[in-house]
């Protein structure tokens, strides 16, 4: 079984090929490995594979981490999500 960052990893190929990607049967490809880490994220995780894959389907683009800041963080310091 792949752990959540091999998942996070398969997610992020996917979203970016599926984001650069011009040819139909690539977008295929991309897509299906998309449904693919759904469908294992929502059995690790024990949500439905169809909430799974609509959060995943929300994302569009190059995937980036995403860095929080501001008054909420006593010391101000970034903190990845």
């Known amino acids: 079984m792949p752990t959540l960052a091999q998942l996070r990893e398969f997610q992020s190929i996917a979203q970016a090929g ?3 990607t011009r040819d139909p049967y690539d977008r295929e490809r991309f897509a299906r490995l998309r ?3 759904a469908d294992l994220l929502a059995e690790q995780t ?4 169809a909430t799974v894959a609509g959060l995943l389907e ?3 683009g190059y995937l980036t981490p995403r860095w929080m800041f501001g008054p909420s963080y006593s010391t101000n310091e970034a903190r990845c999500c």
């Open 46 to 49: 024990g949500q439905s594979p």
């Open 35 to 37: 449904d693919l880490t």
């Open 58 to 60: 929300v994302e569009e």
């Open 18 to 20: 599926l984001t650069y």
